[in-house]
């Protein structure tokens, strides 16, 4: 799975439409569309460099934020949690599951 996050990808226009929920769903589907429209390049990108193909790709806006995330996954299901900050260098251990 590869997640590539835009932050800070709404324009100027995007950033007060996308308050309102009737706006953010606009924007949400814009950049859908812009995103499916324009991911060929982006798949054959990941071709060149996994050697893999891709299975399947979305993008998706966080009006709050602006960022734009874009998941292309290989039958895997994504679940993407922006944090808050920064986490401290050797602050994290994969074993660890407390």
Partial sequence: TLVVTL???????E???????????KVQEFHRQLFHNASDTLRKEIKRI???????????VEPISGAVVQVFTRGTMVQVFQLSGRVAGGSFNA???T
Avoid: I, K
Avoid at 50 to 60: I, L, S, Y
């Fill in 7 to 13: 932050h800070g990808a709404l324009s100027p226009a």
């Fill in 15 to 25: 950033q007060p439409m996308a308050q309102s929920p009737e706006g953010a769903a």
């Fill in 95 to 97: 074993g660890d599951t």
């Fill in 50 to 60: 996994t050697g893999m193909d891709v299975r399947e790709a979305t993008a998706e």
